[in-house]
């Protein structure tokens, strides 16, 4: 039950009526694109990219500042003589989906003169002038070209996302565009606090492309909901049977969520059958299949309603024609970061005020629109914050450190940082990485260290592949690394399947632990010949098996770079259980009389009750990550021998704290003070 609050204010009164999804169709590509925000701009804008070096450009989220400006710089010439314009997405979804959409608004193949480059999957050719990539990739590039030189314009997109990348690029990108004055650099972002992004370029001028906004009815309800993801169900169901046409977003945190709730609702359309007009369930997050992420896009048939139940890349970065209703629980995903513990973990949080207000504009794009937030009034008052806290504040940044140094950039403390990350969390990544051997004792990237950032993933992941190399398992450590990077989405779990799907899952056990299954899931499924049937046999999602053949083939194409040979433990698991350990010693926890403590910091923590070690209980065990839900718990987890840690790093661990379980003696601080790293 919801109580109409406030209404937000729209720009204009709702007087034009939302043009039909068939009236759409039946535009022509060109028609729509003129029809967006920008392009009355389109000349004013191209004069002031020509005048200043640094533009910020802020318009309303569906304005058509990314589909149309690089376009419009492309139709300008700014492509001639084989220069690229990149533009980054904070999203692999979004550098996709946007990419497909500029490819076809061209006439061209998407990889030839549009493409995208995203972790793992580069859709990009020699032709490829107009490239979307995540600003995660932007990053990479930085290593093979410090200048950017193949570049003309490089658009900084969803900068008010403030990911961890971005941030980073700002930086890097204001020096490169000192000393190269013909390179072109746009900032845009969706909301207001451009003023940022303008003092940070040293007063660059903004660029305001007005939008078009309807008013949005805000409802909240009378008390908390206890359950969010139900009444979410529910109010999707009660908007559908008593609202007038038009289709609805929900958000919702991440891809186990919205696969529940869809279907949840596919059962509950089913069983009310024709008493209720067709309702198309569409879900949209990170992991989800090109075609079907298509699918939010096409327009709904008549007589028949909608609901695209998203993650928060619904917010800003896409835009889906047609949403009058929106449908926001309050919560997001986030990773958050304890520098003193140095653990990292995801959590579901509730969102800002300012991402609430974003999703609630979704409503009011093409009429009059209703936001229907599942939480009080006086949450949204008193219990959100005003904004969300930039990434670089509450994540690792082992990362982001080692390609910084790869980058020849050491004094990290005088980085131009648009917010500094806290101290201890970049001190702490210097240890780490001191730890993991990919910076010496003065703070320099060692040979290692070289290596370890040439490979695109998280420095202990490149460390446990580096490791490989002694322990003589690269075959194997290779398919664990992909496993783990298509994370959580191995196994399927059909709601009227639960029995069947769990026993299969268990068939995978093997002793040592979860990373092994994961090790038996792909052997078994590469010995099928890659099959799908197989997959489909043994509860075990086809699509994620097969990106994670992809990434292990991208990873195995890297191998010899970093001088690591191929080699196979012939099932001597130990070997692996070791080389995993190489990268993973920061992530041990061990049994003590209070259930498990983290090594070094003694933090509570739990074993996810899905590990394969959940009724073991072994005395010693590393995970790959924290996830916060109602405890910390570890997800993938795998058995290891306390001797193994001073096996693999030796200064980090001293043969005594790994002695008496209970000892409550505090660690004794290794690696490096500020001064000696640099
Ligand atoms: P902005 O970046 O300012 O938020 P976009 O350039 O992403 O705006 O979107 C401009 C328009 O293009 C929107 O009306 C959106 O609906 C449309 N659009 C974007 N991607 C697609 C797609 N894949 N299919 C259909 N329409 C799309
Ligand atoms: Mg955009």
Redesign the pocket.
Known sequence: EFVRATQLQGDEPSSVPPSSAQAQQKESIQA??RS???FPFREELLAAIANHQVLIIE???????????PQYLFEEGYTKKGMKIACTQPRRV?AM??A???A?EMGVKLGNEVGYSIRFEDCTSERTVLRYMTDGMLLREFLSEPDLASYSVVMV??AHERTLHTDILFGLIKDVARFRPELKVLV?S?TLDTARFSTFFDDAPVFR?PGRRFPVDIFYTKAPEADYLEACVVSVLQIHVTQPPGDILVFLTGQEEIEAACEMLQDRCRRLGSKIRELLVLPIYANLPSDM??R??QPTPPGARKVVVATNIAE??????GIIYVLDPGFCKQKSYNPRTGMESLTVTPCSKASANQRAGRAG?VAAGKCFRLYTAWAYQHELEETTVPEIQRTSLGNVVLLLKSLGIHDLMHFDFLDPPPYETLLLALEQLYALGALNHLGELTTSGRKMAELPVDPMLSKMILASEKYSCSEEILTVAAMLSVNNSIFYRPKDKVVHADNARVNFFLPGGDHLVLLNVYTQWAESGYSSQWCYENFVQFRSMRRARDVREQLEGLLERVEVGLSSCQGDYIRVRKAITAGYFYHTARLTRSGYRTVKQQQTVFIHPNSSLFEQQPRWLLYHELVLTTKEFMRQVLEIESSWLLEVAPHYYKAKELEDPHAKKMPKKVGKTREELG
């Open positions: 729509v694109r967006l925000p920008v318009g309303e989220t569906g304005s058509g500042k990314t589909t149309q400006i979004a989906s946007v497909a959409r500029v076809r997109d969803e845009a969706a492309i992420q298509a939010i896009f800003t970065s896409l835009t889906i024609e794009r």
